[in-house]
C-alpha cells in the first residue's frame, strides 16, 4: 500500500549528489541509537567535503562512567561510491555504510583504530587519547515516518538501531531506537549556532527538534505519534554547562510558545568534537547521549547536539 506520507523523501535521494561549488559544500550521512542493556550510544558520521578532496569521519560509542571511545578523522580520504555502498579506507581503519533498501535499512560497518577519553572534555582541549580497536556492524531500520525538511535539501528517519559494537575484544549487542538523517549543501560550523535533537519517548513518541539561538521562537521538525506527523515550526532551547564547558542541562519548549511542549534533558555521555575553521576559528560541538522527560511525565532517550562557537 502507497505511502501516505506528504512529507517523505525522495528515495533516490538517499544517493550520493553533485556538489555545488562552495568551498564548504558537504554531504552528511548521520546515524546514532541507544540501547538499554547494556546502556551503550553511538553515533556515527561520514562528512563528505568533495571540494576540498577530503571527509571527516566521526565515530564516538559513549557508556556513562566509562571512557568515551572515539574516531575522529578531520581529513580523511574521500569515500569510494561502489553501487550503493560508500567506503572510507582511513589510514588505520575502513569504514563502510551501505543502503540495503532505500528508506528502510541502512548498514554501517567499521573497523580499525580509535582513541579512548577518560574524559570527553579532552577531546574539546585537543588533548590524546589512549588506543584502543573498534569494530561496529549496525543496522539502523526505519521505524516511523522519513521526514524531508521543506527549506533545506535535507531528512531525518526515526530507525530501530540493531548490531554488534566490539572494543578491544568486547563484543557489545546493540538494540534500541534511533535516528539517521542525510543533507547536503554548504555547511560552515563556524557561521552560527544551533542545537538538534532526536528522541524516542517510552511511549512510542518520537520527536526531531532543531532551534537556532539567533533566531528566537523558531525551530524544524517533527512529533511523531501513532504513525501521524505534527510538523515543528516553533520553539526554542535553552542549555547550561558545568564548569568543565560540558552541557549539562537543557530545556527544549518545542511548538506553540503560549502552550509548548516542555523536555527536560541530562546528557548521559559525550562523543564531542573540536573544529577548527581554516581562518583559525574554533566551534565546539557537544554530541551526547542524553535521557529526556516532558513535564506531562513521559520519559524518553536519544541524541541531542549543540554547536556552540568560541568567541
Request: charged content about 20%; aromatic content about 10%; some cysteine.
Given at each position: 500500500?502507497?505511502?501516505?506520507?506528504?512529507?517523505?523523501?525522495?528515495?533516490?535521494?538517499?544517493?550520493?549528489?553533485?556538489?555545488?561549488?562552495?568551498?564548504?559544500?558537504?554531504?552528511?550521512?548521520?546515524?546514532?541509537?541507544?540501547?538499554?542493556?547494556?546502556?551503550?550510544?553511538?553515533?556515527?558520521?561520514?562528512?563528505?567535503?568533495?571540494?576540498?578532496?577530503?571527509c571527516l569521519y566521526t565515530v564516538a560509542v559513549?557508556?556513562?562512567?566509562?571512557?568515551?571511545?572515539?574516531?575522529?578523522?578531520?581529513?580523511?580520504?574521500?569515500?569510494?561510491?561502489?553501487?550503493?555502498?560508500?567506503?572510507?579506507?582511513?589510514?588505520?581503519?575502513?569504514?563502510?555504510?551501505?543502503?540495503?533498501?532505500?528508506?528502510?535499512?541502512?548498514?554501517?560497518?567499521?573497523?580499525?583504530?580509535?582513541?579512548?577519553?577518560?574524559?570527553?572534555?579532552?577531546?574539546?582541549?585537543?588533548?590524546?587519547?589512549?588506543?584502543?580497536?573498534?569494530?561496529?556492524?549496525?543496522?539502523?531500520?526505519?521505524?516511523?515516518?522519513?521526514?524531508?525538511?521543506?527549506?533545506?535539501?535535507?531528512?531525518?528517519?526515526?530507525?530501530?538501531?540493531?548490531?554488534?559494537?566490539?572494543?578491544?575484544?568486547?563484543?557489545?549487542?546493540?538494540?534500541?531506537?534511533?535516528?539517521?538523517?542525510?543533507?547536503?549543501?554548504?555547511?560552515?560550523?563556524?557561521?552560527?549556532?544551533?542545537?538538534?535533537?532526536?528522541?524516542?519517548?517510552?511511549?512510542?513518541?518520537?520527536?526531531?527538534?532543531?532551534?537556532?539561538?539567533?533566531?528566537?521562537?523558531?525551530?524544524?521538525?517533527?512529533?511523531?505519534?501513532?504513525?501521524?506527523?505534527?510538523?515543528?515550526?516553533?520553539?526554542?532551547?535553552?542549555?547550561?554547562?558545568?564548569?568543565?564547558?560540558?552541557?549539562?542541562?537543557?530545556?527544549?519548549?518545542l511548538g506553540d510558545p503560549a502552550d509548548p511542549?516542555?523536555?527536560?534533558?541530562?546528557?548521559?555521555?559525550?562523543?564531542?568534537?573540536?573544529?577548527?575553521?581554516?581562518?583559525?576559528?574554533?566551534?565546539?560541538?557537544?554530541?551526547?547521549?542524553?535521557?529526556?522527560?516532558?513535564?506531562?511525565?513521559?520519559?524518553?532517550?536519544?541524541?541531542?547536539?549543540?554547536?556552540?562557537?568560541?568567541?
Open positions: 500500500m502507497p505511502s501516505t506520507n506528504s512529507l517523505a523523501p525522495n528515495p533516490d535521494d538517499e544517493s550520493p549528489h553533485p556538489p555545488g561549488v562552495e568551498p564548504f559544500w558537504n554531504e552528511s550521512w548521520y546515524f546514532d541509537g541507544v540501547s538499554a542493556d547494556p546502556e551503550v550510544g553511538v553515533y556515527v558520521r561520514l562528512g563528505n567535503v568533495p571540494n576540498q578532496g577530503s559513549v557508556r556513562p562512567g566509562q571512557p568515551v571511545v572515539m574516531v575522529t578523522d578531520y581529513a580523511g580520504p574521500s569515500p569510494v561510491l561502489e553501487d550503493r555502498r560508500q567506503i572510507v579506507h582511513g589510514a588505520d581503519y575502513e569504514a563502510v555504510q551501505e543502503c540495503v533498501t532505500r528508506l528502510a535499512d541502512y548498514r554501517i560497518q567499521f573497523s580499525g583504530a580509535a582513541q579512548q577519553y577518560n574524559d570527553a572534555i579532552d577531546v574539546l582541549r585537543a588533548e590524546p587519547g589512549t588506543h584502543a580497536s573498534l569494530t561496529l556492524d549496525l543496522h539502523w531500520i526505519t521505524d516511523g515516518e522519513p521526514y524531508a525538511w521543506q527549506a533545506l535539501t535535507r531528512y531525518e528517519i526515526p530507525c530501530h538501531v540493531q548490531g554488534t559494537v566490539v572494543i578491544d575484544g568486547e563484543t557489545i549487542a546493540v538494540y534500541g531506537p534511533g535516528q539517521r538523517d542525510h543533507s547536503w549543501g554548504t555547511r560552515d560550523w563556524w557561521a552560527n549556532d544551533w542545537m538538534w535533537s532526536a528522541f524516542h519517548l517510552t511511549d512510542g513518541t518520537r520527536i526531531h527538534a532543531v532551534a537556532l539561538p539567533d533566531v528566537p521562537d523558531f525551530a524544524i521538525g517533527y512529533i511523531q505519534t501513532g504513525g501521524e506527523i505534527t510538523e515543528l515550526t516553533q520553539g526554542s532551547a535553552t542549555h547550561q554547562k558545568s564548569k568543565d564547558g560540558l552541557v549539562s542541562s537543557a530545556v527544549l519548549r511542549l516542555v523536555v527536560h534533558v541530562t546528557p548521559r555521555g559525550f562523543g564531542p568534537l573540536r573544529l577548527e575553521a581554516p581562518d583559525g576559528r574554533v566551534t565546539h560541538f557537544q554530541r551526547a547521549m542524553a535521557d529526556f522527560r516532558t513535564a506531562d511525565g513521559r520519559s524518553g532517550v536519544g541524541w541531542i547536539e549543540w554547536n556552540i562557537n568560541q568567541h
